[in-house]
């Protein structure tokens, strides 16, 4: 049961993230893009990557609440999961998260697929009920809505750096349809904000729930996991860093930066699978 929860968290992290990333950064960095037959078709792509991305979000969704529900009540009915649904936290949360995951699905398979405000908001409604699940509501009060909201802000951060990333990966699939260049610059320069913001809210995060800067025994549960998601972030920022310095002569080295960003975004899916084992693990406490 704990090794599929923590598989279905990472799917269900995981395609929430690009949803949302994706959303996000197509404007941004094709705003400057002359509307060409390339351009559709990237857009065609992006459409169906989504519906598909939000079709796979729904059904683990729904594999995540039965999980949780089995592992709740000790048994997978009716009543237990109406009890669940309407008597626990984790239930009331989810049950808005799953009207918002719907709602997206219809919304990608309708005319309104092409209003870009309802598919942020609904994409960004989803991502935001992912907060209060797990560690996030570990706190009561003002620190807990506290708490909720830097989860708020890292998952944003998170999100529309992976989701960026996806769509950097089909733009340098298909590069002599775009400008390279200037979209590798526009990607690198709101980075940079994304970063700090993923930093601080990661470093906020680690404090409030172990009490420390850094859990111990290092090399043990949720220190040993925290430390491999922030090894996979940094070398994310590695890559990063040195997509960043190509960006110069990216039109010689195109199968060269093709693969940098294509790893960069490897990682971070890997990062995601650590984040979901964390969400599983009690946080350990300096002194205890």
């Known amino acids: ?19 949302f990333g994706a959303c996000v950064f197509r404007p941004l960095l094709l705003r400057h893009e002359p509307l060409t037959q390339a351009l559709a078709a990237l ?20 594999c995540w609440l039965l999980l949780i529900t089995a592992s709740m009540a000790g048994s997978l009915d009716g009543p237990s999961l109406r009890l669940v649904l ?16 719907v709602l997206l699905l219809a919304c990608l398979l ?23 699940v797990g560690h996030g509501a570990m706190l009561d009060g003002l620190s807990g809505q506290l708490l909720i909201l830097n989860q708020v802000i890292h998952l944003t951060c998170v999100g529309a750096w ?24 526009r990607f690198s320069g709101i980075g940079y904000g994304l970063v700090a913001g993923l930093l601080v809210t990661g470093l906020i995060n680690v404090r409030v729930l172990t ?21 996979l972030v940094s070398a994310m920022l590695g890559l990063a860093l040195f997509n960043r310095l190509s960006v110069k ?10 693969i940098s960003v294509m ?26």
């Open 1 to 19: 049961m704990s090794s599929a929860l923590v598989l279905c968290r990472f799917l269900h992290f995981t395609v929430v993230l690009m949803l």
């Open 162 to 185: 992976l989701g960026g990333l996806m769509l950097l990966v089909m733009i340098l699939l298909r590069p002599a349809s775009h400008a390279v260049g200037p979209i590798l610059q």
């Open 43 to 62: 857009d065609q792509r992006l459409a169906g990557l989504s519906r598909l991305l939000a079709g796979f979000a729904l059904f683990t969704g729904v």
């Open 86 to 101: 309407s008597n626990t936290f984790f239930g009331q949360v989810w049950s808005w998260h799953l009207l918002f995951n």
């Open 249 to 258: 002569d990216c039109e010689q080295h195109l199968s060269t930066l093709r």
């Open 263 to 288: 790893l960069e975004w490897l990682l971070g899916v890997a990062a995601v699978a650590a984040v979901s084992l964390l969400g599983t693990l009690p946080p350990m406490v300096t002194g205890n």
């Open 110 to 132: 309708s005319p309104l697929k092409n209003l870009f405000t309802l598919r942020l908001g609904l994409s960004s409604l989803l991502l935001f009920t992912l907060a209060p």
């Open 211 to 231: 009490g420390a800067f850094w859990p111990t025994p290092l090399l043990s549960g949720f220190a040993l996991i925290l430390l491999i998601k922030v090894l």
